[in-house]
């Protein structure tokens, strides 16, 4: 990256270690302006390196005048947040940065062991679990806050995050930087509380990028497993080991399905399934496998269409077109999806399995995008292949199966399952981990002949 985008040198010697050549248009255009201490509203494709684009001014401005708690970053997910943490260490190691994430499916008294313990530069972390801290703890002080970044803002602004946000902002200082980041862009992002922004745009409302292949199949819906199983079949037989998929799915319920038929297609190890009913620890875990190219097959609902730098994604599989309340909603969740891939200027395919049901969502998207998808020819593969036919048959039995003994284990042995289908295994609440643990040691001492818990231990539950 050239010192002319106004970048010290400390900073463009770190970014030459880690192999960035130059910056990206939305870099270019968003550094000097945040340099300058401007708030900032950046509307750019996905994977058009906006995290370096609030990252490095922070970073800058904070070697300057080192302080604690200097920058608050937002995400609406998880594993977008855990990913901004490793960007900022990866910049910031050497000069010692110290990154905080506060994400929920972690301990919440490890976090306030931390918050106690460790002064922190920058925290990061998802409206519920930041909100959550303010409540319940004084351990989350936001008063010196001089940069808020919002990352995917269009995702947290006007929805189900107003609340937490609203606590959020009333604990930060008045007298801030603040950065709005997005692919796609709403009225909520525009009509947003900001000092005179600076609008940078290197795309339109709703775009996807130039290298981006995206095409659309109009078959029935009872086809779509034998669609998919017939394109990932072809792909295997081509596979390298860079080569990803991502299939998208509506609901965490289907991910789970469709992924149990996949693994039965293929060899199971090549197949992770990614979704928000899913404990912390497996979904980082699906996720780095992918990310590795331990796995080449991602099965995910949208939690992983936000954001995510996965390299070399070649294909998007849309188990279904997005659906959502209102037709902006509809038109943003498909270019996040297609996001996946075609990122950094590499190539990409996407392609979108249309029903009956769907095709008018389909029209509403390609009114937004302000161009049509084109239509490719569909075949059933099961017609001219029976044994193909018979082994799907198999493939979906078996994900039904798969999908009802989950369901049975969740309910009988919740603390035990690897896939959380209840919602108790998504609470962070102390008294119910403790319950549980309690549950589990009943179970043991009983298998190994003692009929009751002691007094004391049945006390640590209350």
């Known amino acids: 990256m050239r010192l002319s985008t106004g970048v010290c040198k400390e900073i463009c010697?770190?970014?030459?270690?880690?192999?960035?050549?130059?910056?990206?248009?939305?870099?270019?255009?968003?550094?000097?302006?945040?340099?300058?201490?401007?708030?900032?509203?950046?509307?750019?494709?996905?994977?058009?390196?906006?995290?370096?684009?609030?990252?490095?001014?922070i970073l800058q401005t904070l070697i300057m005048k080192p302080r604690y708690n200097y920058?608050?970053?937002?995400?609406?997910?998880?594993?977008?947040?855990?990913?901004?943490?490793?960007?900022?260490?990866?910049?910031?190691?050497?000069?010692?940065?110290?990154?905080?994430?506060?994400?929920?499916?972690?301990?919440v008294e490890d976090q306030f062991r931390s918050l106690r313990t460790v002064k922190h530069h920058i925290i990061i972390g998802t409206p519920g679990r930041i909100s959550y801290h303010l409540e319940n703890s004084k351990e989350l002080i936001l008063g010196k806050?001089?940069?808020?970044?919002?990352?995917?803002?269009?995702?947290?602004?006007?929805?189900?995050?107003?609340?937490?946000?609203?606590?959020?902002?009333?604990?930060?200082?008045?007298?801030?930087?603040?950065?709005?980041?997005?692919?796609?862009?709403?009225?909520s992002i525009q009509t947003a509380c900001l000092r005179m922004p600076v609008r940078l745009e290197t795309s339109s409302k709703y775009t996807t990028v130039d290298k981006l292949d995206h095409a659309f199949i109009f078959l029935p819906e009872q086809k779509r497993d034998a669609y998919v199983a017939k394109l990932l079949a072809d792909l295997e037989e081509n596979v390298t080991s860079e080569s990803r998929t991502i299939v998208f799915t509506a609901t965490a319920r289907e991910s789970v399905r469709?992924?149990?038929?996949?693994?039965?297609?293929?060899?199971?190890?090549?197949?992770?399934?990614?979704?928000?009913?899913?404990?912390?620890?497996?979904?980082?875990?699906?996720?780095?496998?992918?990310?590795?190219?331990?796995a080449s097959i991602l099965v995910a609902t949208d939690l992983?269409?936000?954001?995510?730098?996965?390299?070399?994604?070649?294909?998007?599989?849309?188990?279904?077109?997005?659906?959502?309340?209102?037709?902006?909603?509809?038109?943003?969740?498909?270019?996040?999806?297609?996001?996946?891939?075609?990122?950094?200027?590499?190539p990409g395919r996407a392609i979108t399995l249309v029903t009956p049901y769907s095709a008018t969502h389909l029209k509403i998207i390609e009114s937004a995008l302000g161009s049509r998808i084109p239509q490719l020819p569909w075949s059933d593969p099961t017609q001219?292949?029976?044994?193909?036919?018979?082994?799907?048959?198999?493939?979906?039995?078996?994900?039904k199966s798969v999908c009802c003994f989950l369901f049975l284990i969740t309910l009988l042995y919740p603390e035990v399952t690897d896939i959380a289908v209840s919602p108790v295994l998504r609470s962070n609440d102390k008294k119910q981990r403790k319950l549980n643990k309690t549950k589990a040691k009943k179970r043991k001492m009983s298998q190994d002949g003692q009929e009751n818990l002691s007094a004391e231990s049945l006390s640590e539950s209350d």
Request: overall charge positive; glycine content about 8%; hydrophobic content about 40%.
């Open 258 to 294: 469709l992924g149990a038929m996949l693994k039965y297609l293929t060899s199971s190890d090549r197949v992770v399934v990614l979704n928000g009913l899913m404990r912390q620890d497996k979904r980082g875990t699906a996720l780095e496998r992918f990310r590795s190219g331990d």
């Open 384 to 399: 001219s292949n029976p044994s193909l036919s018979i082994t799907l048959n198999k493939a979906i039995l078996h994900a």
């Open 71 to 107: 920058a608050l970053i937002l995400t609406p997910t998880r594993e977008l947040a855990l990913q901004i943490k490793k960007h900022f260490m990866d910049l910031g190691e050497k000069f010692g940065l110290r990154v905080l994430c506060l994400v929920g499916g972690q301990y």
């Open 145 to 187: 806050i001089r940069y808020l970044v919002l990352d995917e803002a269009d995702q947290m602004l006007g929805g189900n995050f107003d609340t937490q946000l609203e606590l959020i902002l009333s604990k930060l200082p008045e007298k801030r930087k603040t950065f709005m980041y997005s692919a796609t862009m709403t009225s």
């Open 13 to 57: 010697e770190t970014l030459a270690e880690l192999g960035w050549k130059s910056a990206t248009e939305i870099q270019a255009k968003a550094i000097p302006v945040a340099l300058r201490g401007r708030d900032i509203v950046g509307l750019a494709e996905t994977g058009s390196g906006k995290t370096a684009a609030f990252a490095i001014p």
């Open 304 to 346: 992983a269409s936000r954001g995510l730098d996965i390299p070399d994604v070649d294909l998007i599989v849309n188990y279904d077109v997005p659906t959502r309340p209102t037709w902006s909603e509809s038109a943003k969740t498909y270019v996040h999806r297609v996001g996946r891939t075609a990122r950094a200027g590499r």
